[in-house]
Every structure is written in C-alpha cells, then in structure tokens.
C-alpha cells in the first residue's frame, strides 16, 4: 500500500523573483558573447539561458482542496496540499488531483429484492478524496472505481432486503430508510477504501417496482395491508372481549352461563371486527 506523504515544496515567489533577474543577466551575456563573437562565452552564457529556462519547469500551482502528487523517474516522492505557486525538482512529474466534495447519483439498476421481486434502485453519492497517492496508485481510475463500487453495493443491498414489510420489526427497503442508508454507507466505504475515498453519505433516491410487475404487486401490497389490519383488529378485539369479560365476573353485576358467555364473545367479536356500523336490536323479553 502506498500512502501519502505530506510534501512542503519550496515557496514559487522568492524563486521566481531570483530566477528573473538571473535570466536577465544570462541574455545580457549571451547577447554581449554574440556581439563580441566569442565562441566559448557563447556556449557558457547559451548553457546558462537553458539551465535557467530548465529550472522554470519547476514552477506548479496549488490550488484549495487540491493536491499535486509528484513523482521522480516513476518513484512516489510527496504530494503537496499547500496553496499557492509552489516550485520542485524540475524533474519531477506532477498530477492533480481533486480533494472538494464529490457527489453523483448512479443510474436505474434494475435488481431482484429478498422476496425475488424485480424493484428499480438508484442512489446518491458523496464522497471526496482523503489520500491522493492511494487515488493516484492504487486503483486505474479513482472516479469511476467508486461509481462502479458504489453500483455493486446498491445492487447487494438491494437483494438483502425485502421492498417492503408489513412487520415493523423487519427491515425493508422502503420502510427503513435510515438504517439502509446507514448500511449502504458503510458497504460502499467498505468497496472503495483502497482508492483513498472517503464516503461521506449515501442514501437511496429511487425506489419502486419493476413496470412490469408494479400494477400486480400494489395489488398485492393492497391485499398484504388489509390482511395485517385485520389481524391486528381481530388481537384487538380479543383482548377487548377477554377484558369486558373479566370485569365482569370479578365485579359480579351479571352471571353468565357458558352458552350465554358464547353468545356474548359472538356479538362483541362481530360489533368490533366488522367494517360496518352494527345495528342494535333490543331484547324486550328475560335473558332466558
């Protein structure tokens, strides 16, 4: 693994403001040496000009949240973070590289979920570079090995979970929002470390069924819904009879047989589990 090594170049101002005058003073040799035909000042002053010409290569610029890695016949020497113009070995070969926020949504995948339903997923990256020789070194191209990583971890989330769940307790797509973007953060983290990235979030901005299927499983996710409400009212109603029924012997205002017991759980079982108002009917004789 090759990490960053924070490098401080020389200052580029102080240097320039050398190099100037020093270039100035070269041209005047050679323009005398020239001028007083003279072979060997000739060749000094003219090495003279290219030396100096050759040290100007030298000369970079830094700009904010931007890094320049150098290197030195093909060996990692530093990056400098430093902003501003900057001068190094002349020598040395320079690559910029972007350390401001990054953030991309990838596109419509189109994957199966835990349930084996087809569900188009997409998502929303942010992320920025926080080790330039790692983004430089250790992987082809950093930008578009996290958009692939990113598209991979989507895609094995999204055949973790179910779409949707009508148990609270069970995680879906659809349902957890929070906690699947806190898993899909730390997946795509996970992916793209070895490019010196940092994830800084990820969350899903698309969710929703395949076309194909979509009108079946609202239907379906319809029918899932009333099923759930209907247990959850016929609990209810149990526990309300159970109550009214209890309250009843321990207070002793009334006395019922089994049979008479039976009748009442029926009643209060239809007045509380039907999807219509019940209509009372009045018993004007004996409860026998």
């Known amino acids: 693994m090759i990490r960053e090594i924070e490098l401080r170049p020389a200052a580029g101002i102080p240097v320039l403001l050398g190099l100037v005058p020093a270039g100035l003073v070269a041209i005047g040799l050679l323009v005398g040496a ?91 990256v942010v992320w920025k570079v926080v080790d330039s020789a790692e983004a430089v070194f250790q992987v082809d191209d950093y930008r578009e090995y996290v958009r692939v990583q990113s598209e991979a971890a989507l895609r094995n989330l999204a055949t973790r979970y179910p779409y949707d769940a009508h148990d609270e307790e069970k995680l879906s797509l659809r349902g957890s929002t929070g906690i699947i973007a806190e898993h899909l953060e730390k997946e795509v983290q996970d992916r793209v470390k070895a490019a010196g990235v940092k994830v800084l979030e990820a969350r899903i901005s698309h969710l929703a069924y395949a076309p194909e299927i979509a009108q079946a499983m609202l239907q379906r996710q319809q029918a899932a819904a009333i099923i759930a409400a209907r247990t959850r009212i016929v609990e209810g109603a149990v526990s309300m009879v159970e109550m009214a029924l209890d309250r009843l012997q321990k207070s002793g205002t009334v006395r019922l047989d089994e049979e008479r017991k039976a009748a009442m759980v029926s009643n209060l079982l239809v007045v509380l589990c039907g999807d219509r108002s019940a209509h009372p009917v009045i018993n004007t004789g004996t409860l026998y």
């Open 34 to 124: 020239i001028l007083g035909q003279r072979p060997a000042p000739i060749v000094a002053a003219a090495l003279l000009v290219v030396a100096l010409a050759f040290l100007l290569g030298g000369f970079f610029m830094v700009n904010p949240n931007e890094a320049t890695v150098l290197q030195l016949f093909g060996s990692y020497v530093g990056s400098a973070r430093q902003p501003g113009l900057r001068w190094a070995n002349p020598f040395y070969t320079k690559k910029k590289v972007s350390l401001r926020v990054v953030s991309f949504e990838s596109g419509k995948l189109k994957v199966n979920d835990l349930d084996g339903n087809p569900v188009e997923i997409a998502a929303i």
